[in-house]
């Protein structure tokens, strides 16, 4: 029986601590781009797509204390972290941009916040 809710207990900490990394992510992106006033880039919107819903479904997860949100929330954090990488990539990798240009006005090669911060890679 302990072993039971030594896992239930562990799950639900484990989805808290999902909630409030993606609480942080989505009212991190909000400030840099309402309040500091940062443009986002056409993969910047694509990574917001699939990040603001991992909000709502981790944060009704963690009050309900049910772990089964997690087949809701892995196929979003996976594309999500793919768009991330490869904005990552076009940002480091001279050249590697050309696979689809952005078109909104902001080039998705461009790095606001890691040359101002200076510790990031």
Known sequence: MDN???????????????????????????????IKGYIPCELCWFQRIFMYPLTLILGIGTFQNDSSVKRFVLPLALIGGGVSLM???????????????????????????????????
């Open 87 to 121: 904005h990552y990539l076009e940002q480091k990798i001279p050249g590697f941009g050309g696979i689809k240009p952005c078109v909104s006005g902001v080039p998705c090669s461009a790095e606001y916040i890691i040359r101002k911060l200076g510790y990031i890679v």
């Open 4 to 34: 039971v809710s030594n896992k239930s207990k562990r799950q639900g900490l484990l989805l808290y601590v999902a909630w409030v990394v993606s609480l942080v992510a989505m009212f991190g992106s909000l400030y840099f781009s309402e």
